[in-house]
């Protein structure tokens, strides 16, 4: 059972915009501006998506954006495209030397 | 830009040592600016922190809670590697393992995990 709570699953079509939330705890998503965000492609290796609650790494469409609010972090994608449809796993940091993850969401490009 | 390449059994038995290599190109296990991170992906568990290594001035080592009386994680700069040693495990260490760069020219702020590995299943049954 995962510590960080996503829906398993969202859907958007191409175009659109979708949000993936993740809700965590005072002690981890609610203390910290340190939850990031992992696309996975299954049989690939995971991809750094977002760091630090809204930051992008090089090269990552700026159709990936990144929130937080209290508890719950937001992963928004604009504009969908086929490609994004994917596993999206946020990911926090817990305090103590520890990192806590969600449950992950499939999302699917109708 | 970095490449990590895992090696080691994808089936283990119970009681016995969980084994497990990551290769780095691209960057140095000796770096001040990484750390390097295993985490695992069961069914069960989703995924799994389970501990990195990192040198700053000396080596040092963390670990989850969870496997920190059974798991060593340690480098070989001879060969610009690091390997996971998870012991005495049992069928709940089923899972697949990624070995993961921490990169602080990327995730300045703070740890994220910005380079991972392709994965290795590796199951624990006799």
């Known amino acids: 059972q995962s510590a960080l709570t996503q829906p398993a699953s969202v859907s958007g079509s191409p175009g659109q915009s979708i949000t993936i939330s993740c809700t965590g705890t005072?002690?981890?998503?609610?203390?910290?501006?340190?939850v990031s965000w992992y696309q996975h492609h299954p049989g690939k290796a995971p991809k750094l998506m977002i760091f630090?609650?809204?930051r992008r790494p090089s090269g990552v469409s700026n159709r990936f954006s990144g929130s937080k609010s209290g508890n719950t972090a937001s992963l928004t994608i604009s504009g969908l495209q086929a490609e994004d449809e994917a596993d999206y796993y946020c990911?926090?940091?817990?305090?103590?030397?520890?990192?806590?993850f969600g449950g992950g969401t499939k999302l699917t490009v109708l | 830009q970095v490449q990590l390449q895992q090696s080691g059994p994808g089936l283990v038995k119970p009681s016995q040592t969980l084994s497990l290599t990551c290769a780095i190109s691209?960057?140095?296990?000796?770096?001040?600016?990484?750390?390097w991170n295993w985490i695992r992906q069961s069914p069960s568990r989703g995924l799994e922190w389970l501990g990195r290594?990192?040198?700053?001035?000396?080596?040092?080592?963390d670990y989850a809670i969870s496997v920190k009386s059974r798991i060593i994680i340690n480098a070989d700069t001879s060969k610009n590697q690091f390997s996971l040693q998870l012991n005495s495990v049992t069928p709940e260490d089923t899972a697949v393992y990624y070995c993961?760069?921490?990169?602080?020219?990327?995730?300045?702020?703070?740890?994220?995990?910005?380079?991972w590995g392709q994965g290795t299943l590796v199951t624990v049954s006799s």
């Open positions: 993961v760069r921490d990169s602080r020219n990327i995730c300045t702020g703070g740890t994220c995990f910005s380079d």
């Open positions: 691209g960057d140095s296990v000796s770096s001040s600016r990484a750390a």
């Open positions: 290594t990192y040198y700053r001035s000396k080596w040092s080592s």
């Open positions: 005072t002690s981890d998503v609610g203390s910290y501006n340190l």
């Open positions: 630090e609650i809204n």
């Open positions: 990911c926090s940091y817990a305090g103590n030397t520890n990192w806590v």
